[in-house]
């Protein structure tokens, strides 16, 4: 089972920039670099929706288009850990952004039911 930890969230004023980690530790045989990752974020009263994803060779990458040209996703396999660069920030880009996992199906890259494994979340807020 793949455990997932997020940080680097915090207080940043409009048009700063964050930089979000997620720490991935798999406690099945399976290994990390086998899965596909992805950022998304859930504020007050909103359902969850897409912001980022990577794939599992990470050789492709997916972006909400509120976010394309501002954030940017990565992944450290040899640290078992992806980030989210965020640029450009907006009041409205404040939420809880999740870190989550998936195998590969062929489907659900940019949506919740896609993803197995999700973290607690990490709190962004961008003051105007």
């Known amino acids: 089972q793949v455990q997932l930890v997020e940080s680097g969230g915090g207080l940043v004023q409009a048009g700063g920039s964050l930089r979000l980690s997620c720490a991935a530790s798999?406690?099945?045989?399976?290994?990390?670099?086998?899965?596909?990752m992805g950022w998304f974020r859930q504020a007050p009263g909103k359902e969850r929706e897409f912001v980022a994803a990577?794939?599992?060779?990470?050789?492709?990458?997916y972006y909400a288009d509120s976010v394309k040209g501002r954030f940017a996703i990565s992944r450290d396999n040899a640290k078992n850990t992806i980030y989210l660069q965020m640029n450009s920030l907006k009041p409205e880009d404040t939420a809880v952004y999740y870190c989550?996992?998936?195998?590969?199906?062929?489907?659900?890259?940019?949506?919740?039911?896609?993803?197995?494994?999700w973290g607690q979340g990490t709190q962004v807020t961008v003051s105007s």
């Open positions: 990577v794939s599992q060779v990470g050789t492709s990458t």
């Open positions: 989550a996992a998936r195998r590969p199906k062929g489907w659900g890259i940019m949506v919740p039911q896609g993803y197995d494994y």
């Open positions: 798999d406690r099945t045989f399976s290994s990390y670099d086998t899965y596909g």
